[in-house]
């Protein structure tokens, strides 16, 4: 009879093999955005729901010249490999095994490289703020997802609501060319990056503890030589939560 009770009674599945689109300005192409092998998988059951996908690739292609040294400026480093892989659980709180938060967020990033160019990042600015459509779209997201932010911090606050995450980086690299042709540049390899946070009772209060931790980050020139190499980084913190009931 359990078994019964928590079998999914909702299945969705969706994917896309490949989603690409080409902003143009003044008739020439400016940048091209690629998303390719997406998948998802939903599931609703009695106690609760579960969404998990992976993305295979996000790809920004700089259009604007032909003897740019850097064409891509944002995809993976490792193309064998999914850009993320996610899964996202909802629990119901009066259900007896109820594990002590509503939401589970567990996502994994593999190795990424972002070229930043100022002047690209000036050109993306323009174009976006001489789109009407485009500029309301961004615009209602933004309020929309600012409003959301804000009504979850202070039920969080308060202990309701809660989220537990496992959040996963795999080295994400950031090259930051010196000159507008990019034969000259610096890398910033972020190394592995990782976040984690509990909850506990602590009989009228509930606490929360997040640990943040950054392992072999790396900066170094085009040519090779090493600015920073190999450094460890460790957050730990921890607060009370719903101190607004007490």
């Given at each position: 009879d359990m078994a019964v009770q928590r079998r999914a009674v909702v299945h969705v599945t969706a994917s896309i093999e490949l989603l690409s689109a080409t902003l143009m300005r003044e008739g020439q192409p400016l940048v091209r955005l690629a998303m390719t092998a997406a998948k998802c998988k939903y599931?609703?059951?009695?106690?609760?729901?579960?969404?998990?996908?992976?993305?295979?690739?996000?790809?920004?292609?700089?259009?604007?010249?032909?003897?740019?040294?850097?064409?891509?400026?944002l995809g993976l480093r490792d193309r064998s490999r999914s850009v993320v892989e996610f899964e996202f659980q909802t629990f119901d709180a009066g259900a007896q095994d109820f594990p002590g938060h509503e939401y589970f967020l567990l996502l994994e990033m593999s190795s990424t490289r972002l070229v930043y160019m100022k002047d690209f990042i000036e050109d993306l600015r323009v174009y976006m703020a001489q789109e009407p459509l485009l500029q309301s779209i961004m615009g209602k997201t933004a309020s929309a997802v600012g409003q959301s932010a804000k009504k979850a911090a202070g039920l969080h606050r308060r202990g309701i609501g809660l989220?537990?995450?496992?959040?996963?980086?795999?080295?994400?690299?950031v090259l930051l060319p010196v000159d507008d042709a990019g034969g000259r540049y610096?890398?910033?390899?972020?190394?592995?990056?990782?976040?984690?946070?509990?909850?506990?009772d602590m009989g009228e209060t509930k606490t929360?503890?997040?640990e943040v931790d950054i392992c072999a980050m790396n900066l170094q020139e085009g040519a090779g030589s090493h600015l920073m190499e190999n450094v460890d980084i460790r957050l730990k913190g921890h607060r009370e939560l719903n101190?607004?009931?007490?």
């Open positions: 599931e609703q059951g009695v106690q609760g729901s579960k969404t998990s996908g992976k993305l295979g690739n996000f790809v920004v292609e700089d259009l604007r010249r032909e003897d740019l040294h850097f064409r891509e400026k989220m537990k995450v496992d959040l996963k980086l795999v080295n994400p690299q610096v890398v910033a390899d972020l190394g592995e990056i990782t976040l984690k946070n509990t909850f506990e929360e503890s997040f101190s607004l009931l007490s």
